[in-house]
């Protein structure tokens, strides 16, 4: 009589281990890069995520990409090989595109922190991903047949990669980047003597940092972005009486939340700098201007919009911010995958910065008068400077527009610094009047 002998069932884990058993060396290599790529998105948005935030902060952020690591994962060792190679191609470029962040820091921060750790282990994996992907194009490529049809195939392969790259992928990368990446300090600005260090607390909880120089004429301008770039305007206005303050955005510099270059959320900033000066006593009654470059220029004009308290905004360089404004711009029929690539950047963004785009600047821009706005936009500049001409059209009185044919973006001062001086401060001493 035979004893029978009955396995005992594994668990999970056994299970895993046995499966990863029969993988190549290839597939283990790849489905960690894979795995290391998610740690560092899991740990960016719901471990460690920015001061100020929670994981709840980053829903769409933290659960879409996951969601396609996750299947990912599963699909590699299933997958064949044209398959494997797409899914470890585009691993490697979102393995490179989270590690910028932690190089990023490490470069200009001061030094990595939080998760920018896992976010060095995310460069090595996508390299390898990377590697792997162009591996398995090569070792998989079609030998045999006519020589017609595997020419046929690989040209159209290859057309498929360069829509597919400047289309889809770089803007993609970008729209991380944007959601990810803050830039320069206000209080390394140089003011003067006369400068305060400030906070401001903003209407959904955030702690921003900054400074103020204080008005000697009963008049504070809010000078945006905070960084370097606006020093020379800033000084330029506490030259003339100005009370000056300048803040670092959510997410750049010493402030808290997640930062987001193209100022989606830039509105309840500006917001609690406007309620900082209506409650200095240094500061007049209904005498709150604001200076806005580039970006600033247009979260300015949505503020002045929507807060009557923001009584003059000059907005130079402002263009687009979403698709609800790229679509505007003046194109040709073969400028096509251009506006799909701004459309897939819009998307992207709102997922990794986990709002969606403000309203098209034009239908804003009328709800400014009777306050006054100075637009000015340069010949050199973005493509997108050109819609001031059209925000321009929408405003209501008073309003101008300069245009200074040969200044690049945001260096109307550099180009022309006598007339900039004394066409910016004459708006405001005429539109802020004692």
Do not use: C
């Not at 690989?154 to 990446?181: E, M, N, S």
């Not at 950047?345 to 309203?359: I, K, Q, R």
């Amino acid at each position: 009589m035979s004893a029978v002998v009955v396995a005992r069932p594994q668990n999970p884990l056994q299970r895993a281990a046995v499966m990863v058993g029969t993988w190549s060396w290839g597939i283990r290599l790849a489905v960690l890069g894979l795995v290391l790529v998610a740690l560092h998105v899991l740990d960016d948005t719901s471990l460690q995520p920015q001061p100020g935030t929670g994981a709840d902060d980053h829903l769409a952020s933290g659960l879409v990409p996951l969601g396609l690591l996750a299947l990912a994962i599963w699909a590699y060792p299933r997958a064949r090989a044209g398959a494997r190679a797409a899914i470890a191609l585009s691993g490697g470029v979102l393995g490179l595109v989270v590690s910028v962040e932690a190089v990023y820091a490490t470069l200009v921060g001061g030094g990595p922190s939080g998760d920018d750790f896992t976010g060095f282990a995310a460069l090595p994996a996508g390299l390898v991903l990377l590697a792997l992907g162009i591996t398995t194009l090569w070792r998989s490529r079609r030998r045999g047949g006519s020589v017609w049809r595997r020419s046929l195939r690989r040209l159209l392969v290859l057309a498929a990669v360069v829509v597919t790259v400047p289309v889809v992928v770089v803007p993609i990368g970008a729209a991380y980047l944007f959601a990810h990446l803050g830039r320069g300090v206000a209080t390394n600005v140089d003011l003067g003597p006369n400068v305060e260090p400030i906070r401001l607390r903003t209407s959904d909880g955030l702690t921003l940092i900054g400074s103020y120089v204080p008005s000697r004429n009963g008049a504070a301008i809010i000078v945006g972005p905070g960084y370097a770039s606006t020093q020379e305007p800033a000084r330029m206005l506490v030259r003339h009486g100005y009370g000056v303050l300048l803040f670092d955005q959510r997410g750049e510099g010493r402030s808290d939340g997640d930062p987001n270059a193209l100022g989606w959320s830039a509105e309840k900033d500006f917001n609690a700098a406007i309620a900082f000066l209506e409650r200095r006593p240094d500061v007049d009654h209904g005498r709150i201007g604001g200076l806005g470059l580039s970006v600033a220029g247009e979260t300015l004009l949505q503020t002045a919009a929507h807060n009557i308290a923001l009584r003059a905004v000059v907005s130079e360089g402002a263009g687009s911010r979403s698709i609800r404004e790229e679509r505007e711009m003046p194109r040709h029929p073969e400028d096509w995958p251009d506006l799909v690539s701004q459309g897939v950047l819009s998307g992207a963004v709102t997922v990794f910065a986990n709002e969606t785009p403000p309203a098209n600047l034009r239908h804003l821009v009328a709800a400014i008068a009777p306050r006054a706005v100075f637009l000015i936009s340069a010949g050199h500049g973005v493509p997108s400077e050109i819609l001031n001409r059209r925000y321009y059209a929408e405003a209501g009185q008073p309003k101008s527009l300069w245009e200074i044919r040969e200044a690049g973006h945001t260096g109307g001062l550099a180009s022309r610094p006598r007339e900039y001086e004394a066409r910016v401060v004459d708006f405001f001493d005429r539109s802020l009047p004692a």
